[in-house]
Structure formats: C-alpha cells, structure tokens
C-alpha cells in the first residue's frame, strides 16, 4: 500500500473474480465493451468473465472473444463451463478449454448436480491444478423458492429458500474436494452455516476458498422494503445472522470479495420476486461499499480490506499471481482509491448498460480514482 495525500491510497490491481457480461446474447444488458468500462470505472484491474452467456463459454473461440475484449488498463479473463452448454450433462473439454486460457472452471448460474460427473470433472481440473467455482445452491432443494423467510416474504406469500439449499450442495462439494484434492471455491455464500462449513474444511487443510458480495454484506432480507426485484438475486439476501457472520468471515480472512455483477434490462426486473430475473449489477459500487461495511463499521484494517480484493482473487485465477508484497512489480495497473467525504451515488451515472441495483442515492466515503 502506498498513502499519498489527500486520502489517497494505492494498492496492487484489484481483481473482481465473477462478473457476468452479457456477450453474446443479451446485449441489451451489458456488452463486453460496457462491462470493461464499468469494471475500470469501479476501480478494477482485472475481471473473470462468467460462462452463462447465449451460447455459453464452452468452446476455444468463446474464450479468446472474451479475454480479447482486454484493454492496456482493463485485463479480461474468461471463465469455461465445466459441462457443455452449461445444461449438467456432458463434461466439457475440460483440457481443451485449460489450454485456450480458461481461469478456472463453473457452471456458474446452474449447480451441477449430478455427483458422478462432478467428480469426474473435479479429478480432470485437479490434474490440470485448476479451480472449480461451484454456484451451490441444489435446484432439489430450491423447490421454485425465490426470497429467504422474512417480514416481505410472509407478507406477499412468496415462496421461500431454504438455507439447506446452500449448505446440502457445498456439504456435497467439500466431500468431492476431499476425495479428488481439486481446489474448490464457494462462489456468492450467502449462510452463516455455509461459512462455517468452509472455516471447517480450511481448518481441515483442504484447498477450499469462498467469496462474499458487497449486497450479501451491507443488506439482509429483513431490509427488503417492497416487491422490489431489484432485491433478488441468487442466492438471497440472507438473515442478520448471516451477514454478521459473513463480516466476521471477511475480517478473519476466510472469504474474498467479488460482486456477482448482474446487468439485466428493466424489462426482466420490473415485476416483483416470483418472476423477476435474479441479480443486481455491482461493479461501480463494489469498492465503496464494502470499505464502508468492513473498515468502517467492522474495524477491518484498509490493508486486510484491499486484499481480500487483489491479493486473495488471484490464488483462483489460473495465469494471474499476487506479488510477493505490495511493493512488487504487479501484472496489473494499480487500483487508487480516495477516502473523502460522503459522496451520493448517481446510478444514471454508471457505465453499465443497465440500472438494476437497489443503491439510488445511497452514500459512502471510499471510491475509486479514475
């Protein structure tokens, strides 16, 4: 970390391991070129781009569009299905994909659930020393749910998630991660057992990793006002108890911070939880926020925050390595940001394509120097 004056500080390029651009097949929500634009604005240096796009990142070409959308200060890494098309029932070509430049393997969006062929893919990307980032949430389970048990969800009837749905599929995936050694990360925990479940197997010395979202940490589900889809997201916003127990998870160093960032258009989120899209965008919010969640309000020192946001990342992201200390040569542009007073978030400002967040107005001290 450098201090320069004025509240400026430096640190090594942060890295946001699990952002959706929606090229190709909505482009209407976000194209790699705005993406890469919110990303920079946010104060990012490097992306890992999900698979989850119409046709899914499963072949070599996908991979060389998506990490091609790069720029001098923006790196683009992709991300490659661990089955074809996503759809849970072949593997893809797992080797092929690695050798084309995939950071890591996911299914991100839909879990895998058939346990025979996860473990076939888990001892495959072990072979190969890459992770596997695992969307944990098991569709049995699920049952159709939309919002987790709060005052909102009784009030509109609204079907709930269970927190089994979480923890049933990372009991299954920490099982596999044992069997096979491969590298497991929990993407989006969002439960405090959930969390408990990845202290354990760290403790236990397994090649486990997790990250919370900036939502995950600043809001809980009791904090829904209305049948606002600009709320739902996947997993939900949990309990108070599990966000505290996600804060104390980030400040003791067991979870990174990524953002699940998710444009959709206004179409797909403007008619409340039981058939909106799930996700909210993040990118441009993401460094304010959870200096304001962690540092300020949980005590975490700036250097523990920053490197839950460069250092961490890159120990899953396959071609990108932390220096050995902030005073290294980074890969990477430098990420600045300022701490000032209360600035107002403007979401017509955004670089992104699209608007759905539910932080309008909200404001915070910490932002990025562009």
């Given at each position: 970390?450098?201090?320069?004056?004025?509240?400026?500080?430096?640190?090594?390029?942060?890295?946001?391991?699990?952002?959706?651009?929606?090229?190709?097949?909505?482009?209407?929500?976000?194209?790699?070129?705005?993406?890469?634009?919110?990303?920079?604005?946010?104060?990012?240096?490097?992306?890992?781009?999900?698979?989850?796009?119409?046709?899914?990142?499963?072949?070599?070409?996908?991979?060389?569009?998506?990490?091609?959308?790069?720029?001098?200060?923006?790196?683009?890494?992709?991300?490659?299905?661990?089955?074809?098309?996503?759809?849970?029932?072949?593997?893809?070509?797992?080797?092929?994909?690695?050798?084309?430049?995939?950071?890591?393997?996911?299914?991100?969006?839909?879990?895998?659930?058939?346990?025979?062929?996860?473990?076939?893919?888990?001892?495959?990307?072990?072979?190969?020393?890459?992770?596997?980032?695992?969307?944990?949430?098991d569709p049995k389970v699920l049952a159709g749910g939309v919002i987790r048990q709060c005052a909102l969800?009784?009030?509109?009837?609204?079907?709930?998630?269970?927190?089994?749905?979480?923890?049933?599929?990372?009991?299954?995936?920490?099982?596999?991660?044992?069997?096979?050694?491969?590298?497991?990360?929990?993407?989006?925990?969002?439960?405090?057992?959930?969390?408990?479940?990845?202290?354990?197997?760290?403790?236990?010395?397994?090649?486990?990793?997790?990250?919370?979202?900036?939502?995950?940490?600043l809001l809980c589900a009791d904090d829904i006002p209305s049948d606002d889809a600009n709320y739902k997201?996947?997993?939900?916003?949990?309990?108070?108890?599990?966000?505290?127990?996600?804060?104390?998870?980030?400040?003791?160093?067991?979870?990174?911070?990524?953002?699940?960032?998710?444009?959709?258009?206004?179409?797909?989120?403007?008619?409340?939880?039981?058939?909106?899209?799930?996700?909210?965008?993040?990118?441009?919010?993401?460094?304010?926020?959870?200096?304001?969640?962690?540092?300020?309000?949980?005590?975490?020192?700036?250097?523990?925050?920053?490197?839950?946001?460069?250092?961490?990342?890159?120990?899953?992201?396959?071609?990108?390595?932390?220096?050995?200390?902030?005073?290294?040569?980074?890969?990477?542009?430098?990420?600045?940001?300022?701490?000032?007073?209360?600035?107002?978030?403007?979401?017509?400002?955004?670089?992104?394509?699209?608007?759905?967040?539910?932080?309008?107005?909200?404001?915070?001290?910490?932002?990025?120097?562009?």
């Amino acid at each position: 970390m450098k201090k320069e004056e004025n509240g400026i500080y430096t640190f090594p390029g942060f890295v946001d391991v699990h952002v959706h651009f929606r090229e190709p097949g909505m482009t209407s929500a976000e194209t790699l070129k705005s993406g890469v634009e919110a990303a920079y604005a946010g104060g990012f240096s490097a992306v890992v781009v999900m698979p989850n796009t119409t046709p899914a990142i499963d072949t070599v070409e996908a991979i060389a569009r998506q990490v091609g959308a790069s720029t001098d200060s923006m790196r683009v890494f992709s991300s490659a299905s661990i089955t074809k098309n996503r759809e849970g029932r072949e593997l893809s070509d797992l080797e092929r994909l690695a050798d084309a430049g995939a950071a890591f393997f996911t299914d991100d969006g839909s879990y895998v659930s058939d346990t025979k062929l996860m473990e076939e893919a888990m001892r495959r990307i072990a072979d190969l020393n890459m992770c596997v980032c695992q969307h944990a949430m098991d569709p049995k389970v699920l049952a159709g749910g939309v919002i987790r048990q709060c005052a909102l969800a009784k009030a509109c009837n609204l079907p709930v998630i269970a927190p089994e749905t979480e923890t049933v599929a990372i009991e299954r995936d920490l099982a596999l991660c044992r069997e096979t050694g491969c590298r497991l990360h929990i993407q989006h925990i969002s439960t405090a057992h959930g969390v408990e479940m990845v202290r354990a197997a760290q403790r236990e010395g397994l090649p486990v990793t997790a990250e919370a979202t900036p939502h995950h940490l600043l809001l809980c589900a009791d904090d829904i006002p209305s049948d606002d889809a600009n709320y739902k997201m996947a997993p939900p916003l949990g309990n108070k108890e599990d966000r505290a127990e996600l804060r104390r998870a980030v400040k003791d160093g067991v979870l990174m911070f990524a953002t699940d960032h998710a444009p959709h258009p206004f179409s797909s989120k403007n008619s409340g939880f039981l058939t909106s899209s799930n996700g909210i965008i993040g990118l441009e919010t993401a460094i304010a926020i959870t200096y304001a969640v962690m540092v300020e309000e949980e005590g975490m020192s700036l250097e523990a925050w920053a490197e839950a946001w460069w250092k961490m990342p890159r120990s899953i992201v396959r071609g990108l390595t932390a220096p050995e200390d902030s005073s290294a040569e980074d890969v990477l542009k430098p990420t600045k940001i300022e701490v000032g007073p209360l600035r107002r978030f403007d979401i017509e400002k955004v670089k992104s394509l699209s608007r759905n967040c539910p932080y309008g107005n909200m404001q915070w001290r910490c932002w990025p120097c562009r």
